[in-house]
């Protein structure tokens, strides 16, 4: 099948996720199942991949599923358990303190405690985490899902302490004869390239990422405000490109200076050093605070299935130690992925897999005390200890979080087979290339020369399949360094735009947005988040395309 056919074959799976859950406004519980349909007949028709590797595929995928909802499980059972102790009230309290307004809040605990969450552990833990705090301190699920989802970009290339790119985009180069040739000439080793690569993605996020928090404000206050309130987030612009700068700044210079591993977590933690001084000192602080709408006024969408109760806290419960489990989440991730300490390795060390699925080149691997939700469960063991709490309360906690995995599994679980399906079809009777590389090599020879204004566009479409930046640039490094090297273009700037398109997919991944969504109980509104997360999308890659042909052209 020649490649003008085999490329608008291999959207085929793409659209029809979009057109189900954007268009027809299905629920992720039907619209995923029906996109694993299309994708498996796409396979095994026109790809004609073989049955049994379908069949592994499929298997690979139910492994990773279940790793993403024992994830799920574990951010919900610790809001649970901080509920029932009462630490939930008092964090509320201590964020109203801080400030009233929900732009502030938004920004400190989404935009920057997000990001540094991102920059320890990765994989969608922010919105996991963020997304049932925000709930817990008055925000309406739906604008909660909406914000933690919103940073989702900026910090992902760099996520769990720089896997997409010191993992995810060497795996996708390491061995190629056309890059090691290059490299030899150039008297660079692969390291080399990647911190190149990270140095100017973080650049190009620097410059786009700057405005995330003033997006982030005036989207929400556009979709959850009403009448005048509904422009309020631009009043707030002074401080919001403020704590922009304040993430962004160090950010970069972490990774030009560094390296790919801390960029967002240092962004994050000097960013709410920055940030949370600003607010105590009152600079730039709007004179009439700004908040949703009376609760009993809000539409039904709005809500979830999961509110927070805001159980009386006992005398002994004080800002720090209700705080605390947090505090240690963020600790625990940090440790446990510096590979110079011994606990990344310990981790790792138990590994059940099973290679060689049904006779075929696929494998299912699973870290599962590496996993974040393992170490949420030994937040919850302390959290029970620190708090003093009865055996009832955690029993009662567990019991409320398990639903939540019942009604979320189908979707998720049929958006992460699809996604193996689809990347896992490079074998197959028909002689083409997977249909990823198919869809990519598509779109690259219609760009032509004009590659750097499209290629972010790439890294999204695998991050948007696969759920994950690091998947992203393992599927497509290699075809990015191959276009940059045909038309002339410097490989690390093409690379660049590729891993910053991947974190811009990861705004509206099926996969990530699910699982933000079934923290608090909103499932069957995912078409309407991505609704509302497609401008942010649009202006990621738009102004990355912009930036990429103008850095290529002046480069030239």
Same mark, same amino acid.
């Given at each position: 099948m020649p490649l003008v056919l085999s490329s608008p074959i291999a959207l085929l799976p793409i659209l029809t996720v979009f057109l189900l859950l954007v268009v027809a406004r299905r629920p992720a519980s039907q619209a995923m199942p029906g996109a694993l349909g299309v994708t498996m007949l796409v396979a095994g028709v026109v790809w004609r991949v073989p049955v049994n590797y379908i069949a592994a595929a499929l298997v690979q995928g139910l492994a990773i599923a279940a790793e993403i909802l024992f994830i799920v499980f574990g951010a919900i059972l610790l809001l649970n358990v901080l509920q029932a102790s009462g630490a939930i009230a008092v964090i509320r309290q201590s964020l109203l303190a801080l400030s009233p307004d929900r732009r502030v809040q938004m920004i400190v605990i989404a935009w920057l405690f997000g990001s540094f969450i991102e920059g320890a552990s990765g994989f969608g833990t922010p919105a996991v985490v963020c997304v049932p705090l925000l709930v817990a301190v008055g925000f309406p699920a739906l604008a909660a899902v909406m914000a933690a989802l919103i940073i989702?970009? =900026? $910090?992902?290339? &760099? #996520?769990?302490?720089? =896997? $997409?790119?010191? &993992? #995810?985009?060497?795996?996708?180069?390491?061995?190629?004869?056309?890059?090691?040739a290059t490299l030899t000439a150039q008297d660079l080793r692969l390291i080399d390239l990647i911190a190149q690569v990270g140095g100017r993605a973080a650049l190009i996020h620097a410059v786009i990422g700057t405005l995330i928090p003033l997006v982030l404000v005036v989207l929400v206050t556009r979709f959850f405000g009403e009448g005048a309130a509904k422009a309020e987030g631009l009043h707030l612009w002074k401080f919001a490109l403020v704590a922009g700068l304040a993430f962004t700044v160090p950010y970069a210079l972490t990774a030009v200076l560094l390296g790919p591993e801390f960029p967002s977590m240092v962004g994050g933690l000097v960013g709410l050093a920055v940030v949370v001084t600003i607010i105590r000192s009152g600079w730039l602080q709007p004179e009439q605070p700004w908040d949703f709408p009376p609760e009993e006024s809000w539409p039904a969408a709005w809500s979830g299935s999961v509110v927070p109760s805001l159980v009386t806290p006992p005398a002994g419960m004080t800002v720090v130690k209700a705080w605390l489990p947090y505090v240690l989440l963020g600790v625990l991730l940090v440790l446990s992925r510096l590979t110079q300490l011994p606990l990344k390795g310990w981790l790792q060390s138990i590994r059940p897999s099973w290679t060689g699925i049904f006779g075929t080149t696929i494998a299912a691997a699973s870290t599962p005390f590496y996993l974040p939700a393992t170490l949420f469960l030994v937040v919850v063991v302390i959290t029970y200890v620190l708090h003093q709490m009865k055996a009832r309360d955690l029993r009662r906690a567990v019991g409320a979080s398990l639903p939540i995995l019942q009604k979320t599994t189908l979707a998720l679980g049929s958006a992460v087979l699809m996604a193996r399906v689809f990347i896992n079809s490079e074998v197959n009777g028909a002689g083409l290339p997977s249909m990823p590389l198919a869809l990519a090599e598509g779109m690259s020879a219609l760009a032509g020369n004009t590659w750097p204004l499209f290629a972010a566009g790439v890294g999204l479409v695998g991050a948007f399949v696969a759920g994950s930046v690091t998947v992203s640039n393992m599927m497509f490094s290699l075809f990015q360094f191959g276009v940059a090297e045909s038309i002339g273009e410097p490989a690390p700037l093409i690379l660049a735009l590729q891993t910053v398109g991947a974190s811009a997919g990861n705004v509206i991944c099926v996969s990530n947005v699910v699982a933000a969504a079934a923290t608090v109980g909103l499932l069957g509104r995912e078409g309407l988040l991505m609704r509302q997360l497609l401008p942010v999308v649009a202006y990621y890659l738009g102004l990355a395309g912009i930036i990429g042909i103008a850095w290529a052209t002046v480069g030239g």
């Amino acid at each position: 099948m020649p490649l003008v056919l085999s490329s608008p074959i291999a959207l085929l799976p793409i659209l029809t996720v979009f057109l189900l859950l954007v268009v027809a406004r299905r629920p992720a519980s039907q619209a995923m199942p029906g996109a694993l349909g299309v994708t498996m007949l796409v396979a095994g028709v026109v790809w004609r991949v073989p049955v049994n590797y379908i069949a592994a595929a499929l298997v690979q995928g139910l492994a990773i599923a279940a790793e993403i909802l024992f994830i799920v499980f574990g951010a919900i059972l610790l809001l649970n358990v901080l509920q029932a102790s009462g630490a939930i009230a008092v964090i509320r309290q201590s964020l109203l303190a801080l400030s009233p307004d929900r732009r502030v809040q938004m920004i400190v605990i989404a935009w920057l405690f997000g990001s540094f969450i991102e920059g320890a552990s990765g994989f969608g833990t922010p919105a996991v985490v963020c997304v049932p705090l925000l709930v817990a301190v008055g925000f309406p699920a739906l604008a909660a899902v909406m914000a933690a989802l919103i940073i989702q970009s =900026t $910090p992902s290339t &760099f #996520g769990a302490v720089g =896997t $997409p790119l010191m &993992f #995810g985009m060497e795996a996708g180069l390491g061995g190629a004869a056309t890059v090691e040739a290059t490299l030899t000439a150039q008297d660079l080793r692969l390291i080399d390239l990647i911190a190149q690569v990270g140095g100017r993605a973080a650049l190009i996020h620097a410059v786009i990422g700057t405005l995330i928090p003033l997006v982030l404000v005036v989207l929400v206050t556009r979709f959850f405000g009403e009448g005048a309130a509904k422009a309020e987030g631009l009043h707030l612009w002074k401080f919001a490109l403020v704590a922009g700068l304040a993430f962004t700044v160090p950010y970069a210079l972490t990774a030009v200076l560094l390296g790919p591993e801390f960029p967002s977590m240092v962004g994050g933690l000097v960013g709410l050093a920055v940030v949370v001084t600003i607010i105590r000192s009152g600079w730039l602080q709007p004179e009439q605070p700004w908040d949703f709408p009376p609760e009993e006024s809000w539409p039904a969408a709005w809500s979830g299935s999961v509110v927070p109760s805001l159980v009386t806290p006992p005398a002994g419960m004080t800002v720090v130690k209700a705080w605390l489990p947090y505090v240690l989440l963020g600790v625990l991730l940090v440790l446990s992925r510096l590979t110079q300490l011994p606990l990344k390795g310990w981790l790792q060390s138990i590994r059940p897999s099973w290679t060689g699925i049904f006779g075929t080149t696929i494998a299912a691997a699973s870290t599962p005390f590496y996993l974040p939700a393992t170490l949420f469960l030994v937040v919850v063991v302390i959290t029970y200890v620190l708090h003093q709490m009865k055996a009832r309360d955690l029993r009662r906690a567990v019991g409320a979080s398990l639903p939540i995995l019942q009604k979320t599994t189908l979707a998720l679980g049929s958006a992460v087979l699809m996604a193996r399906v689809f990347i896992n079809s490079e074998v197959n009777g028909a002689g083409l290339p997977s249909m990823p590389l198919a869809l990519a090599e598509g779109m690259s020879a219609l760009a032509g020369n004009t590659w750097p204004l499209f290629a972010a566009g790439v890294g999204l479409v695998g991050a948007f399949v696969a759920g994950s930046v690091t998947v992203s640039n393992m599927m497509f490094s290699l075809f990015q360094f191959g276009v940059a090297e045909s038309i002339g273009e410097p490989a690390p700037l093409i690379l660049a735009l590729q891993t910053v398109g991947a974190s811009a997919g990861n705004v509206i991944c099926v996969s990530n947005v699910v699982a933000a969504a079934a923290t608090v109980g909103l499932l069957g509104r995912e078409g309407l988040l991505m609704r509302q997360l497609l401008p942010v999308v649009a202006y990621y890659l738009g102004l990355a395309g912009i930036i990429g042909i103008a850095w290529a052209t002046v480069g030239g």
